[in-house]
Nanobody
């Protein structure tokens, strides 16, 4: 059974940092593109960033320069380092995976809450 489990969310003051983890299980994810998404209350889910199997990264403009995605294939884990957090970063953060370099994501985690107090 394939599973993605996010962790590391919490409450942080504006300007602070958090690191989210996404642990994958059920198969090897080293060839997958792994994405991070977030959904704030009353808003649609939005793309945050992704990392390819070749460790190329791509970020939404809203987080570029503040967030960094990395992966440890030996641990089947992807990370989202979030720095200089703002109140508008408050959301439930989800990780997702896909085997293809494009198209929909195949698997999703259950999400972890990040709350940034101003």
């Amino acid at each position: 059974q394939v599973q993605l489990v996010e962790s590391g969310g919490g409450l942080v003051q504006a300007g602070g940092s958090l690191r989210l983890s996404c642990a994958a299980s059920g198969r090897t994810f080293s060839r997958d593109t792994m994405g991070w998404f977030r959904q704030a209350p009353g808003k649609e889910r939005e793309f945050v960033g992704r990392i390819s199997s070749g460790v190329n990264t791509y970020y939404a403009d809203s987080v570029k320069g503040r967030f960094t995605i990395s992966r440890d294939n030996a641990k089947n884990t992807v990370y989202l380092q979030m720095n200089s957090l703002k109140a508008e970063d408050t959301a439930v953060y989800y990780c997702a995976s896909r085997l293809m370099n494009y198209g929909p994501y195949d698997y999703w985690g259950q999400g972890t809450q990040v709350t940034v107090s101003s």
